[in-house]
Nanobody, 116 residues
Framework: QVQLVESGGGLVQPGGSLRLSCAAS????????MGWYRQIPGKQRDLVAL???????DYASSVKGRFSISRDNAKNTVFLQMNSLNPEDTAVYYC??????????WGQGTQVTVSS
């Protein structure tokens, strides 16, 4: 059974940093495009950052210059380094694995709260 397990969320003060991790039990992890999404209650789930199987990255405009996505194919893990956090970054963050947009898996989510 495929699992995506996120970790690293929590409470942080404005201006602080967090690093999220997502460990995937998919086979041939390197073939998957990996993404981080976030969702606020009552709102749709939005893309935060994406890293493709060949290493290309893309970011939501609201996080460009502050967040960085990376992957370690040897460890089947994708990371999201979040710096200069502000209260508007508060959300549940989800990890997504996609193979050619045909096979898609989601993690269970991890809460990130930015508050003083």
């Amino acid at each position: 059974q495929v699992q995506l397990v996120e970790s690293g969320g929590g409470l942080v003060q404005p201006g602080g940093s967090l690093r999220l991790s997502c460990a995937a039990s998919v086979s041939v992890f390197s073939l998957y495009d990996m993404g981080w999404y976030r969702q606020i209650p009552g709102k749709q789930r939005d893309l935060v950052a994406l890293i493709t199987s060949d290493g290309r990255t893309d970011y939501a405009s609201s996080v460009k210059g502050r967040f960085s996505i990376s992957r370690d194919n040897a460890k089947n893990t994708v990371f999201l380094q979040m710096n200069s956090l502000n209260p508007e970054d508060t959300a549940v963050y989800y990890c997504r694995a996609a193979y050619r947009s045909i096979i898609v898996y989601w993690g269970q989510g991890t809460q990130v709260t930015v508050s003083s």
